[in-house]
């Protein structure tokens, strides 16, 4: 099931890398890679200038495990962790902070757009938060200064757990915790 929102790119795509539309593979890592690159080298030389500034990126807990059947929405925001926590370090003795949020479930008109309203149907109503929530979080753990950051104490520890993990481990557990990939989110 290939899930595009009109005008744009949509949630990931469901399916087999082999039989997903390849063009929606490569806006996502258009959207999902080169947008906030782009945009992060576009603000860094004002901030450096002006001795001020923080990058703040959305990013996803997904980037902590492989995903089969949403391979590469996960590995462009693997990416993203790896890049802009490059950068916070590269930025460590500067004034200009770099702060990754993976946000987890949250209920956005987002899903509506996209045609999937369904999305987060099966999710424990624990484990979805208002934009508002993800908001306050993201926004505490840049003024924090962190590098990265997920909201609550249910996604931090997942997040720790998971980050831990021997990637076979991780590799054998992501096949388990989005069920049936093939068909979408559940």
């Known amino acids: 099931m290939n899930v595009r929102s009109a005008g744009g790119i949509g949630p990931p795509t469901f399916t087999s890398f082999a039989t997903a539309d390849l063009a929606t593979e490569i806006r996502q890592i258009d959207v999902n890679i080169l947008s906030p690159m782009s945009l992060a080298h576009a603000a860094l ?66 899903t509506e757009r996209a045609g999937v309203t369904d999305a987060l149907d099966g999710v424990p109503r624990i484990l979805i938060h208002a934009p508002e929530r993800v908001a306050r979080s993201a926004l505490a753990a840049a003024a924090s200064q962190k590098a990265m950051s997920a909201p609550g104490p249910i996604y931090t520890a997942y997040a720790a757990v998971m980050d831990s993990l021997p990637r076979g481990i991780r590799r054998r557990l992501s096949n388990r915790i989005v069920p049936n990939h093939s068909q979408g989110p559940s």
Not at 92 to 109: A, F, I, L, Q
């Open 45 to 110: 030389g004002r901030m450096l200038a002006e001795s001020k500034g923080t990058l703040l990126t959305i990013s996803s807990l997904d980037a902590i495990l492989p995903a089969p059947y949403h391979a590469t929405y996960a590995a462009t925001k693997a990416l993203v962790n790896s890049f802009f926590e490059g950068l916070h370090e590269e930025l460590r003795d500067t004034p200009v902070t770099v702060t990754t949020v993976m946000p987890g479930y949250v209920r956005t008109e987002f």
